[in-house]
Each structure stands twice: as C-alpha cells, then as structure tokens.
C-alpha cells in the first residue's frame, strides 16, 4: 500500500490504472469504512481511498478543528485492502482560495441543509475534485450520509461524469447504532441513550409498512417521542428514494430519515421502505 500525499505523486502513480474503486472519506475510519474499501475491492483492481477532513463542507461552530485526524491508525486499517491512500494537506487540495463551486439543487437546502447551510456546496466540491483527480471508474459512498449520496449521483448525471456511484450498506453497531466518527464525542449515558435513534425510524417503517398513510403525522410523532426523552430534533423526514422529493401518493420506494442531537453530538440516521 502506498500513502501519498501530493496531487502530482497520485497522478503519476494513477495514469496507467485501467480499473480503479474509490472510496473518499474523512479519516477516523471505522467498521463501515472498512466494508466500502472491502465492497471496493471487489469493484475494481486499484482501490484507492482518500483521507482528506474538507473544511469547506463545516460551518463556522462546527468541529472542524476537533474532527479526529487518525491517519496512521487508518493506515493500519488499511493494510491489505487499498492499493493507494491519498492524505493532502488543505494547501494541496486548495492551492488557491476556492471560488468557483457547483449551484446545488433545491433538495440541498432542505432536511441536513438546513440546519448546516453550506455543507453540501462544500461536500460536492471537493468531491468533484477527487473525482477529477483520481479518475476512477466505480467510487462508493456509504448509505448513512443518504443525502449525500443522492446529491452526488444527482451531480455525477448531470455533469456527465464516467463514474459508476456505489452505494454501501450502513453498518451498525450491535445495538443498531449506525457507526460514525463522531459517536466517539458520546458521553456513556448518551451512548446508551443513542440507538434510540434507530428504533424509533424502526416504528415509523413499521407504521409504514403496516399501512399508514398520513406521513406527516408519522414524522411529528417521531420527533415528539425523541424531544420527550432529551433529543434535540432537526427532524423526521419520510421521502422518496429517488431525489427525496415529497413521496406522492402510491410511491412504493421510501427512505425515512433523521437528524437530532444528544448533547453536543449530531447523529444522522435512515432506513429505506420498499412497499
């Protein structure tokens, strides 16, 4: 496995690859990490995976600065599974002050856009440089960050890109937790309290399933079962697979999704519905 640190190294180590997987992240690599570079592997002969904390993508009180940066450890995680890691600094990524950037659509101020305005725009923009940097043929993106995913198929469309996006199944801790960098910022007794999460996406699926109809009603008695118990709701969204658009009557492909906050920590979570 070689770590790489420069854009001109990667490209000359890259040019005569005729097949390659990628699979960009943040660093501070985890169990659901490790299946994508796992799922990779078996997509392509090179794998590559970056690990690159974007600033662009972070607001100005989010945790930039203390994101964890774990870069030998990811390494070892690494061992046998990535041909290619690719660590730049800031400066390498952004060798100037970045101005030009993609107009995102609509569906990128709502649900996580919200309540982060300017995560998106800075999540697609360096993604279209890694993607413009690494050229690969196939690149997977967990199923987590459900909206990041739909909007980077949505850009890879339009824009025309050869790239083929994977989508990578959430791994979950034993107690149905969806693994993240930042479930390390738990307190115990918010970590105990956390798969709350999931089991309450749980009963709307179920309610879904089971026939339910008024979805708005769902989604506000999510949110209020989990402000009764001290999470602080961003919200409760049942949406099409597809855009996740407003799901119209009779749409048989569904993802509910949530965001909410425990303490100082910012948990996301999905589960899709096939009726």
């Not at 079962?225 to 709701?233: C, D, F, H, I, P």
């Amino acid at each position: 496995m070689q770590v790489i640190h420069s854009v001109s190294e990667l490209r000359a180590r890259l040019a005569q690859e005729k097949s390659m997987a990628f699979v960009p992240t943040m660093g501070n690599l985890h169990a659901g990490h490790v299946a994508l570079v796992q799922q990779a592997r078996r997509q392509g002969t090179c794998v590559v995976v970056s690990i690159f904390v974007n600033p662009l993508q972070f607001g100005p009180n989010e945790d930039f600065d203390q994101y964890p940066r774990t870069l030998e450890a990811d390494c070892a995680k690494l061992q046998g599974l990535a041909d290619v890691v690719f660590a730049p600094s800031v400066a390498e990524m952004y060798p100037e002050q970045q101005s030009f950037y993609i107009e995102l659509p609509p569906i990128a101020a709502e649900l996580c856009g919200t309540h982060r305005p300017g995560h998106f725009r800075g999540m697609a923009t360096v993604v279209l440089k890694l993607l413009n940097l690494v050229q690969p043929q196939v690149a997977l993106f967990g199923k987590k960050d459900y909206q990041q995913l739909a909007i980077i198929r949505q850009m890879v469309t339009q824009f025309n890109l050869p790239v083929a996006i994977v989508g990578g199944e959430t791994v979950r801790a034993e107690d149905g937790l969806a693994l993240s960098s930042r479930n390390q910022y738990l307190t115990q007794a918010e970590r105990t309290e956390a798969p709350q999460l999931h089991l309450t996406l749980q009963t709307v699926v179920e309610a879904i399933v089971g026939g339910v109809v008024d979805f708005t009603v769902l989604e506000n008695e999510a949110e209020a079962a989990l402000a009764k118990r001290g999470w602080r709701v961003e919200y409760v969204s049942i949406r099409s697979q597809h855009g996740l658009g407003k799901p119209p009557v009779g749409e048989g492909r569904l993802v509910v999704l949530a965001a909410a906050r425990l303490g100082v920590t910012r948990l996301i979570d999905n589960l899709e519905v096939c009726l």
